[in-house]
């Protein structure tokens, strides 16, 4: 079983920062791409920011040039550095990622795991 846990959430007045972490843990083989999404009260799960086993990065519009999403593959760790924080980037933010497992008879299989959720909250 493999788990996600969130953390660096918070409050913050607008134009301030946050980075929020996600590690990884259980019997992974590989990890093939971690991402954030996040969801406002009212609205649909959105992506963010997301990062394959290559580090190439797609990121939302209203990500760009202010968030940064980066990964330790040694820690099984992405984060996501936000700045310059506005009171729209309020939500739950949660944590994906797709991962590979090694089965008995050493049989290869793909999963999906999200995170539990982090609260960020920006007041204006």
């Known amino acids: 079983q493999v788990q996600l846990v969130e953390s660096g959430g918070g409050l913050v007045q607008a134009g301030g920062s946050l980075r929020l972490s996600c590690a990884a843990s259980?019997?992974?083989?590989?990890?093939?791409?971690m991402g954030w999404h996040r969801q406002a009260p009212g609205k649909q799960r959105e992506l963010v920011a997301a990062?394959?086993?290559?580090?190439?990065?797609n990121y939302a519009d209203s990500a760009k040039g202010r968030f940064t999403i980066s990964r330790d593959k040694a820690k099984n760790t992405v984060y996501l550095q936000m700045n310059s924080l506005k009171p729209e980037d309020t939500a739950v933010y949660y944590c994906?990622?797709?991962?590979?497992?090694?089965?008995?008879?050493?049989?290869?299989?793909?999963?999906?795991?999200w995170g539990q959720g982090t609260q960020v909250t920006v007041s204006s």
């Open positions: 994906n990622a797709d991962y590979t497992i090694m089965k008995p008879g050493g049989l290869k299989a793909d999963f999906g795991s």
């Open positions: 259980g019997s992974i083989f590989s990890i093939n791409g």
């Open positions: 990062i394959t086993s290559g580090d190439r990065t």
